[in-house]
């Protein structure tokens, strides 16, 4: 079928009415003509797509979009289509060729652009391989019919509902599932894991896939009472010895193949010796239990050699584990923003509201505070606009990306904190005004 009879039928034929002129729809149209190298022309008559089951964004939603596609505040769309999908609702037809080629080159989009496009959306893509990708993502439908996105997203839920009953449906299909969807089932385990999963877990990790065997370890790592992690711990006490005042290490002499069955990989990074990644991995995948000392005494210690591989290995523990205390102390050693995971909402704001008021503006700054879950409440709003306006005095050219992190995080009901702060308050008030008219 002609390249315009598609179109046309999936932006006007969807509404199960002749065409009557829309403008928008005309426009739609002449957009992907243009793409395709088609010359203008009325559109053609061609099969329809399926019934719309999703209402539509809300007039003022819709020119908000049209504006923020337009470039004013670009940075916002994926929030805008974040709410947007929340919300069940769809993208008014005439922004689909639109969307769908910046989901073609932004990933990070297409996970609601699924919900957002409706029908004619999928239609669309069925027919132009540039779009496919939509083909992917969640369409609502379940377990057994779905495609790999349905069906992640029906195990999700179910996953977060009943974790037993999400198991038991992944080892019944477990041997026919393809080795990526395997990694990527597992990877939803993180919620509500339990000791129930071992016995799952413990046999994916003789999986042929290395990815998979991966993700299995780093699921029983963080089960402090799992057989993983009491080999780790047996492992990691055969190596440390934690003293009054040192703590002496000696690392692996080989990674033999019981180490690399419970995840620890043999090859190291370009750049890391064999023995200080192993001890690393070691570290890393022990429980934080086994170390009997606070987490603060501990990091105070003197480490004779592998000191880095040691620190290193209890940061990643701290990540995996989700341990606060470690992250807290880990954090004050070296404030690396994934350790911010670890810990509760507003304690990730007040440890970055006090990091922004002693550290000077830098990258690493600004990858503390983008480690730091949105919406930002008051203390670290003040905090990072402060900094801003101290900074605007010294070096006003170095404010762009802190400028646009608070814009975009701070939560836009506090708007009026940022009175100081014009090019700040001003994506504020538009985000306060986003969110309204997509509630």
Request: with cysteine.
């Amino acid at each position: 079928m002609p390249w315009e009879e598609l179109v046309s039928a999936a932006l006007v034929g969807t509404d199960r009415r002749p065409y009557t002129g829309d403008l928008l729809a005309d426009a739609a149209v002449e957009v992907v003509r243009q793409r395709a190298g088609r010359r203008p022309g009325p559109p053609a008559q061609g099969p329809a797509a399926a019934e719309e089951s999703q209402e539509k964004v809300g007039l003022a939603a819709a020119d908000r979009l049209a504006a923020i596609l337009a470039g004013e505040h670009p940075r916002l769309l994926p929030e805008w289509l974040e709410l947007a999908a929340a919300g069940g609702r769809r993208v008014p037809p005439h922004r689909l060729p639109e969307l769908l080629d910046k989901g073609q080159r932004d990933r990070s989009i297409r996970e609601h652009l699924g919900v957002l496009a409706g029908q004619r959306g999928r239609w669309l893509a069925e027919r132009n391989p540039a779009w496919a990708y939509l083909l992917e993502e969640p369409t609502g439908e379940a377990w057994e019919l779905g495609g790999r996105a349905d069906r992640r997203a029906h195990l999700k839920e179910l996953r977060a509902a009943d974790p037993d009953e999400a198991r038991r449906l992944l080892e019944s299909t477990w041997e026919q599932e393809t080795p990526d969807d395997r990694a990527a089932f597992l990877e939803l385990f993180d919620t509500r894991l339990s000791l129930a999963d071992e016995p799952f877990l413990e046999a994916a990790l003789d999986d042929r896939r290395r990815e998979v065997r991966q993700q299995a370890a780093n699921l029983l790592a963080k089960l402090p009472g799992s057989a993983l992690a009491v080999r780790m711990a047996e492992r990691v006490r055969q190596c440390v010895t934690v003293g009054r005042s040192e703590i002496v290490v000696i690392p692996p002499l080989e990674c033999d193949r019981a180490m690399e069955r419970d995840g620890v990989r043999a090859k190291p990074p370009a750049g890391t010796g064999e023995r200080a990644w192993w001890m690393q991995q070691l570290i890393a995948r022990a429980p934080l239990s086994i170390w009997t000392h606070p987490p603060e005494e501990l990091v105070a210690k003197r480490i004779s050699d592998w000191e880095t591989e040691v620190r290193l290995g209890w940061v990643r523990a701290a990540i995996l584990q989700r341990d606060p205390a470690w992250a807290r102390a880990m954090f004050a050693w070296d404030p690396i923003a994934d350790l911010l995971v670890a810990l509760p909402p507003l304690e990730q704001q007040a440890l970055a509201a006090a990091f922004a008021e002693r550290h000077d503006l830098d990258n690493q700054l600004i990858m503390v505070l983008g480690g730091v879950a949105p919406p930002w409440q008051a203390g670290l709003a003040v905090a990072v606009l402060n900094k801003i306006v101290k900074t605007a005095t010294l070096q006003p050219w170095n404010l762009g990306e802190l400028s646009r992190i608070a814009a975009e995080r701070i939560d836009p009901a506090l708007h009026e904190l940022a009175a100081g702060v014009p090019e700040v308050a001003g994506v504020l008030r538009f985000r306060a005004k986003m969110r309204e008219e997509l509630s």
